[in-house]
């Protein structure tokens, strides 16, 4: 069968087709569903990048199957499979063989490579990934935090639906953090974006759905931020509702003796509080126990991040002059922590000036605190490990432009951190959370209704760990010895570099682009989203008139950053104006697999293309620094 393969390909020899790997591949490549007479020379479940396999590796000298042992050197070789045995690859034999044909196979054919490629172990994303399978036994400062903004939300920031559904998605995507926006109801609270068009849901449906969602993706905590705009009776209402739900689940505190955090273990199936609390002594003097009006509350000064993410919301009142506005300044001149000139206040110090009235009962079921940033030295001598601090998207860029970035890291490890966006996305379109990220931010609150490319990052990012919602920070940001600095090249002294190849032998079933019945002209491009030192894009050459491209071409990066990096893979057809989107795929770098993968396409929404994709060889070297 083989012999009249290769006749079919144009030779029999690799002086006849070609010495290099490359023209054997681009060769063989060629073959096409679209001519009949080869196609007829294979049965109708095998693939183009199957028959290439067999032919490229030729490891059993021309013969129609694979031994054992011939599988063993592919998986072993090729594919650098880890423990791979061959006892494995006689199970596998076995197993693909009898779903091929019903019975026992000794030895693998066209039909059962093609299974074996198509299965969970061949795929471009480490099958391991899929599950959680790094240490979660660490503080949680030590872990990036999948995070959501004003949760309830399912459109833009000022006219958008509100539901408690919005919060069982998220969740249900991984989301370990969820925002509630608490303002007084008729007899009980209600959640909606305060001074805008948004619709109002019960905070009581909003908790049953965070109760009934929060553990179907992931057991690790989810965190439950508040925006308090309450009176305290209905402050008490939202810890009664909370109290009567979550059970014993709430963790009432984490301010306790201990030298560090609680890990993602130690609280697995439970629920954490964030937002505002009183001083010890004030809570003490407003405890009913001790004889006090519960219903008067105590008060809470200004030390509360909260108030400065208020100020920057976006409302209806603001709206027309700054809709235009949905993305933030450019900030590289701009410092992190200036005074206002002249001794005026600055916002946040006019937030901290602020009092509010808090019920004691919810003071007392708040595990993590909101406190107003000051300054790093402020902040390393008077914040607590169960305390934590919000900061702009434009005070993080800022930050990450200049030596605030290596204060802002050391901050980071050893307490939580999140990043808020920028006030006037009033449509909910999303920051780049790589950038928090590379700070050591632990949290960078995405509008998760928002497709687009930010989410899809935020989305690849965490699909590392299994999507449970709690990345593991790189050692190099848990250790200010280490030298790190995101602005220099390396960031990281003593880091590895990884030499990527990665060649596009072809691909199938490109789809047809809207508003247009042309056949496509397909190219890759892709982009390297990480450190600046790792940034970069490439992209093959256009193929014409084709759904069944072969491009045989290879592209080269260099990464350095590995844990915060991010590899876009588009296809577009090439226009005489432009181009057109065709599909898409992003993957975190460390999940690359070395080997021949197919990459699948997905749309913009995340949702796959049907039948689409391209096949690819992927080489990664590690090299010592």
Known sequence: ???????????????EQGSSPEQKRRHVAKFSYNDKDKKSMLDES??????????????ADGAETWTADNLLHFLEITQQVPDITLEKCKQMIDDFERQVGGSKGEELSLQGLKLLMDSDLMSIDNPRH????QDMTQPLSHYYIASSHNTYLSGNQLQGESSAEAYSKVLEMGCRLVEL???????EPDIYHGNTLTKKVAFRDVINAIKESAFKTSPYPVILSLENH????????????????????LILSLADDNLRLPSPEDIRHKFIIKGKKMKPEVE???????????????????????????????????????AAKDEPAKTGSQKSASPEPDGKKTKSEAASSKKRKLSVHLSKATGLQSVHFVAFDHQEKNQSKWQMSSFPEKKVIAMSESDDSISFVKQNERCLAKVYPYGLRFYSSNMEPIVPWLCGAHIAAMNYQTEGDPMTIHQAFFARNGHCGYNLKPKYMLDAASGYDLRKN????????YKMKIEFICGYHMPQPSMSADVVDPFVQVEVVGAPCDQDVKKTKFVDNTYNPVWCETLSFSVKMPDVCIFEFKVYDKDTVGKDFLGQYFIHFQSLQNGYHTIPLEDRARNPVENARIFVYVDIEERQA
């Not at 028959?51 to 490891?59: A, C, K, P, R, S």
């Not at 899929?130 to 399978?133: A, C, D, F, K, L």
């Open 284 to 322: 003490a003097a407003h405890d009913p126990g001790a004889g006090a009006d519960e219903d008067a509350g105590g008060d809470v000064s200004g030390d509360d991040s909260e108030d400065e993410e208020e100020e920057g919301e976006a409302s209806a009142a603001g709206a027309p002059a700054a």
């Open 1 to 15: 069968m083989f012999k009249k393969l290769k006749k079919v390909f144009g030779g029999s020899s690799d002086s």
């Open 46 to 59: 095998a693939h183009p990048d199957i028959l290439f396999i067999f032919l490229q590796e030729d490891i």
């Open 230 to 249: 309450c009176s305290v009776p209905q402050q008490k209402k939202m810890w009664e509702i909370m109290s009567s739900i979550f059970g014993d689940q």
């Open 130 to 133: 899929r599950q959680p399978h």
């Open 181 to 187: 926006d608490c303002w007084d109801g008729a007899e």
């Open 490 to 497: 390396p960031p990281v002294p003593s880091g590895k570099t």
